[in-house]
């Protein structure tokens, strides 16, 4: 049985979640306060995490980042503040999924169940991984050295040998800034035959593959006057 913790100061919403979870055959622990649910953690090492940003004793997205030092489960974030910018520091802080009030419990539910799955074949992909070979988890993302096999929310891709490699460079480089000629020559090689422009090809053609709108990308960014960032902090 799959294991929920609830930190939820909210003590009608927290016991409605709790009701709709348990429906769907879930174990599921609840209280409004950090400390007890860094204890829970520690002692039972919950499945995914119900995390709310205004607690009495703390700030959830300070715990959140507390939560992460000792657990790999999803953690959901549940907040009245449905802010970009609030998201984006939520899932920078290692939080996989950010739900705004007021919101469906229905919808809730399917969400969790869908985190857990992504966790479960997250952790099946880690198994099949040998010493020889590794998997990069990026956000969505799960990309297999070895195999040369990608996924994105769980779904396989089919990519060319160079998009492969400059996702996977990407993905070794989150968060830094890199020119299109740096790329360019980097993946495709300085005798390659060619020109930059290559670059900006297959940065389109990887975004039709992994973000939800290739025209509002949330990984593979533009930086202005610079170059491309990979990043995973608002990526779902």
């Not at 049985?1 to 003590?11: G, H, P």
């Not at 348990?22 to 409004?32: D, I, M, Q």
């Not at 507390?66 to 974030?77: D, L, Y």
């Not at 670059?199 to 491309?228: A, Q, S």
């Given at each position: 049985?799959?294991?929920?913790?609830?930190?939820?100061?909210?003590?009608e919403l927290q016991?409605?979640?709790?009701?709709?979870?348990?429906?769907?055959?879930?174990?599921?622990?609840?209280?409004?306060?950090?400390?007890?649910?860094?204890?829970?953690?520690?002692?039972?090492?919950?499945?995914?995490?119900?995390?709310?940003?205004?607690?009495?004793?703390?700030?959830?997205?300070?715990?959140?980042?507390?939560?992460?030092?000792?657990?790999?489960?999803?953690?959901?974030?549940?907040?009245?503040?449905?802010?970009?910018?609030?998201?984006?520091?939520?899932?920078?802080?290692?939080?996989?999924?950010?739900?705004?009030?007021?919101?469906?419990?229905?919808?809730?539910?399917?969400?969790?169940?869908?985190?857990?799955?992504?966790?479960?074949?997250?952790?099946?992909?880690?198994?099949?991984?040998?010493?020889?070979?590794?998997?990069?988890?990026?956000?969505?993302?799960?990309?297999?050295?070895?195999?040369?096999?990608?996924?994105?929310?769980?779904?396989?891709?089919?990519?060319?040998?160079?998009?492969?490699?400059?996702?996977?460079?990407?993905?070794?480089?989150?968060?830094?800034?890199?020119?299109?000629?740096?790329?360019?020559?980097?993946?495709?090689?300085?005798?390659s035959s060619g020109?930059?422009?290559?670059?900006?090809?297959?940065?389109?053609?990887?975004?039709?593959?992994?973000?939800?709108?290739?025209?509002?990308?949330?990984?593979?960014?533009?930086?202005?006057?610079?170059?491309?960032?990979?990043?995973?902090?608002?990526?779902?």
């Open positions: 049985m799959k294991k929920i913790l609830i930190v939820e100061d909210d003590i016991q409605l979640m709790r009701q709709y979870l348990k429906r769907e055959g879930f174990s599921v622990y609840c209280t409004p306060y950090s400390t007890k649910g860094m204890d829970y953690i520690k002692s039972n090492d919950p499945d995914l995490i119900l995390l709310d940003v205004f607690l009495p004793d703390a700030n959830g997205l300070d715990l959140c980042s507390q939560i992460r030092r000792v657990t790999k489960a999803p953690i959901t974030i549940i907040s009245a503040k449905g802010d970009e910018s609030d998201k984006v520091l939520g899932l920078g802080l290692g939080a996989d999924d950010f739900v705004t009030k007021p919101f469906s419990v229905n919808e809730l539910v399917a969400r969790v169940k869908a985190q857990l799955r992504r966790s479960e074949f997250i952790k099946d992909v880690m198994k099949e991984t040998t010493k020889s070979s590794y998997s990069i988890v990026a956000g969505p993302l799960v990309i297999n050295i070895d195999s040369r096999m990608v996924y994105c929310r769980e779904i396989p891709l089919t990519l060319t040998a160079k998009e492969f490699d400059l996702l996977t460079f990407f993905a070794n480089n989150e968060d830094r800034v890199y020119n299109k000629d740096f790329l360019y020559e980097t993946i495709w090689g300085y005798d020109d930059s422009r290559t670059v900006t090809v297959h940065i389109r053609k990887l975004r039709e593959k992994i973000e939800l709108d290739p025209n509002e990308p949330k990984m593979i960014l533009n930086v202005w006057g610079v170059g491309y960032k990979f990043t995973t902090k608002g990526a779902l």
